[in-house]
């Protein structure tokens, strides 16, 4: 576009210009959480690949040809991949194995029409079950949702190009429907339930039909960056979540991203080992915490504690047995760190 200034990718703004998160967020309070490393995404229970990482990996991306060549730069971070990014994986090794010298796309394009059958049906299981949930509602909601759900379908079994369904677009007109005062539980529900429509994050069927256009790099990539750092709100922005770091978790792209608007008791029902992976990711900061860490953050595990309890209506109760600080410790080194802080910017 004449006139406009194309800023330069680098490891800070990478996720938000290739996955659309906002790594570095509207606030510079979760800075302290995107500095840590060697830490357990609460959501996913793997390891969060740090800002070093995606340095690296890009450096080393730029040099790739080939089927072969990708698959053996992917294999050095495998151990952070998330299922279906695995799965994916596993799928590019194979066939690397007998074409190295092909391509991803080729490898995408073989199985992409199976896949389009396969996603469709699971497409209609989610449309199915909202369908489902409507007969706990008024005739007139109900009948305006499945008016869109009726279209949705329509739109998954066309084959044309120009008009292809779009999840976010169904999620967006459900926005615009008002229920009545008493069936505004039941419509949350409904609300909740498509949010399940698959994502290339959570269906191997959908990563191949949204990536098998796209080029080796960009596939590659996206092996990689889901499991790359992210600044998630507990209490969601839209929802009055407050931008400070007792609202915030250090997660994994794919994570965050999947989550959305999503209340955090329906996404453990979608992830029930969420509450033994948010222990794993507090053991995580804590240990940070006694090796120097998020100084001046030591009120961090119990403000999350509190904050995790109350969302989830506890389902998730954190453990901080192992923590070296009592609370009153804790609110100790943080007013014994601002006053140093403050001491040295005034000198």
Known sequence: MA???LKR???ENYLKHY????YEGKTSAGKPLRKLKNITCPYRGVKILSND???KFEKELAVCKTAEEFVRLLAGYQNFMLPTEKSMFAMFRDFAALNEKDSLQNCLAMIKNNCVTKLK???FEVLDSVDHLTRKLSPQTALEIRAKTTKCRQIILSDSKRDTFKRKTFLASLEQIIPKKNEREIF???KNKALFLPTSESSINAFVVKYSSRKQTEIARRLFIASTGSIEHIVPASMGGLNTIGNFLLTTASGNRYRENMPLVEYIKRFPKIPEYMQKYTDDIVNEIHNGGLQ?????PYKIKKRLMEVSEGRIMISLSKYNYTEEEAADAVE????RWTKLKGE
Do not use: A, M, R
Request: proline fraction near 4%; hydrophobic fraction near 25%.
């Open 188 to 190: 949350n529900d409904i």
């Open 53 to 55: 990482s995606i340095k």
């Open 3 to 5: 006139g406009s200034v």
């Open 19 to 22: 996955y659309d998160i906002p």
């Open 296 to 300: 001046g953050n030591e009120t961090y």
């Open 121 to 123: 049906l699971e497409e």
């Open 336 to 339: 014994e760190f601002e006053t």
């Open 9 to 11: 990718i680098t490891s």
